[in-house]
Structures are given as C-alpha cells and as structure tokens.
T-cell receptor, first 114, second 113 residues
Framework: AQSVTQPDIHITVSEGASLELRCNYS??????LFWYVQSPGQGLQLLLKYFSGDTLVQGIKGFEAEFKRSQSSFNLRKPSVHWSDAAEYFC????????????FGAGTILRVKS | DTGVSQNPRHKITKRGQNVTFRCDPISEHNRLYWYRQTLGQGPEFLTY????????KSRLLSDRFSAERPKGSFSTLEIQRTEQGDSAMYLCASIASGGTEAFFGQGTRLTVV
C-alpha cells in the first residue's frame, strides 16, 4: 500500500544542535515531496518541496531536505535549531497516479531544550 | 489577499446535531481541499474540488458528510448527526491553477460532546 512513514513521533534537541527528521515513502514512481510545519492550533506552512533535479533542496527558516531515490527517503535537516523551531513537522507526498492530493505522514513533534 | 480563511475556528456541539464549516480559499485558486486531522495523526484527505466540481471523495467521507463549492469560490463542509468520533481539526487548503503548493487555513476545531 502507498504510504508515508515518519518513524519518530517525538524528537528533542538542544538549542543550537543539528536536526534531522526522517521521512520514507512507498510509491512506485518518484512522487512530489513536501515538508510542512504546524505550530499548535495553526494550519500548515510549507517549508520546502522537491519535484525533480537537484536532490538537495533549500527551504524557508534555514531548513533543507535531501531526496534519496535508493532509500525512498526525503529527510529534513537544519544545522542549528532555534527554540522557535519547536512545532510538529509533516512529510507529504503527491503522487498523481493515486489521486490529485497530498498524503501526509503522522508527523514528528520537535521539542527544543535550552 | 489574506490567505485561506476558515470559519468558525472552534465549534462545540452536542452529539446528534448538525454542523457546517466554511472555507474561503485564496481568490482565483481553482482547487480546494478538505482534510481532517486528529490528535497524533497527520491530515487525512476528505475531498477536493476543481472549481465547482467535486472530483474526488475519500472513503472517510461517510454519508453524514457533504461538501459543496457552489460557485467555485468558497466551500462548505456539513456533518449531519455528529458523533464523538467526528471530533477533530478540519483543515481547508487551496492550490492555484497549475500550481503545486497547497496553502492551508488555520482549521476549524470541532468538539462533539
């Protein structure tokens, strides 16, 4: 079955430390890939997206993500986390052959300790 | 443009009552989506419109749920005979014609008591 997996439900990092949030997908072809962030009680904001080309994509707020076809992964990274990055992060996939819609992972809650 | 707007932001209703939510997308965005999000889960697709046509519905959308987008602008999502299991955040998103980025509203949080 087609799915998006975010293996980590919670991650806690110290302010200033690096961050990597994992995302794996299972679709036949390479879908469009997205990372969204959601603060409590708010809607989702797009951080970055990958369609094709350079497998390392830059996004807003200093985030980047790397697409690895061999691993069906699209991990989100940030070199130095700020306290304001505490939020929930969602990986999402858009694969047209399965409908014109985004399919989301279950999310990873990021906690930042000072 | 103020982005995607959803009303109300919060709704508390008694089990068995009907509720209706409204979504105003970004103007001229022709695609509009409804998602449902429960605690600890990512958003789950419910349905989507291209202009006024409802093109896809999830199996999650039982016959108690109905969505409309009568003039291809705003949309409403109605839940009839609400159940406690309907308690969730209902998110609306819109996408421009030919675009790929979904812009989300802040959601309507429904609590069924």
């Amino acid at each position: 079955a087609q799915s998006v997996t975010q293996p980590d439900i919670h991650i806690t990092v110290s302010e200033g430390a690096s961050l990597e949030l994992r995302c794996n997908y299972s679709y036949g072809a390479t879908p469009y890939l997205f990372w969204y962030v959601q603060s409590p009680g708010q809607g989702l904001q797009l951080l970055l997206k990958y369609f094709s080309g350079d497998t390392l994509v830059q996004g807003i707020k200093g985030f980047e993500a790397e697409f690895k076809r061999s691993q069906s992964s699209f991990n989100l990274r940030k070199p130095s986390v700020h306290w304001s990055d505490a939020a929930e992060y969602f990986c999402a996939v858009h694969a047209m052959e399965y409908g014109n819609k985004l399919v989301f992972g279950a999310g990873t809650i990021l906690r930042v300790k000072s | 443009d103020t982005g995607v707007s959803q009303n109300p932001r919060h709704k508390i209703t008694k089990r068995g009552q009907n509720v209706t939510f409204r979504c105003d997308p970004i103007s001229e965005h022709n695609r509009l989506y409804w998602y449902r999000q429960t605690l600890g889960q990512g958003p789950e697709f419910l349905t989507y419109f291209q202009n006024e046509a409802q093109l896809e519905k999830s199996r999650l959308l039982s016959d108690r749920f109905s969505a409309e987008r009568p003039k291809g602008s705003f949309s409403t999502l109605e839940i009839q005979r609400t159940e406690q299991g309907d308690s969730a955040m209902y998110l609306c998103a819109s996408i421009a014609s030919g675009g790929t980025e979904a812009f989300f509203g802040q959601g309507t949080r429904l609590t069924v008591v």
